[in-house]
Nanobody, 125 residues
Framework: VQLQASGGGLVQPGGSLRLSCTASGFTLDDYTIGWFRQAPGKEREGVSCMRRRDGVTWYASSVKGRFAISRDNAKNTLYLQMNSLKPEDTGIYYC???????????????????WGQGTQVTVSS
């Protein structure tokens, strides 16, 4: 199971980025996928997730209405569209697989088994 996050970069406040999480060695739709981020000096936190098969999603309250998670099964890739970015969205973003995702509860990194390398997102003017 291998995951690769990409799509990060430097963007001005109010801008947008789309992160990709590409899977190799397994079918993405067979796994629940979570997005996490870690800001400098802070613990890693859950941002969003999509449950396998039925596509149930969850968003952290800090990103709800601005971020959207989606999946392209043909490309075996999961996306995180990030709009109206704020400086506090800055951090390293990771995708992870094989965890828990419910629309009613936040996700935690200890619940996820497989991790990709992160991608840096910097929101700054």
């Amino acid at each position: 199971v291998q995951l690769q996050a990409s799509g990060g970069g430097l963007v001005q406040p109010g801008g947008s980025l789309r992160l990709s999480c590409t899977a190799s060695g397994f079918t993405l739709d067979d796994y629940t996928i979570g997005w996490f981020r870690q800001a400098p000096g802070k613990e890693r936190e859950g941002v969003s997730c999509m449950r396998r098969r039925d596509g149930v999603t969850w968003y952290a309250s800090s990103v709800k209405g601005r971020f959207a998670i989606s999946r392209d099964n043909a490309k075996n890739t999961l996306y995180l569209q990030m709009n109206s970015l704020k400086p506090e969205d800055t951090g390293i973003y990771y995708c992870a697989a094989e965890g828990i995702c419910s629309s009613l509860a936040p996700i935690y990194d200890e619940e996820y088994d497989y991790w990709g390398q992160g991608t840096q997102v910097t929101v700054s003017s």
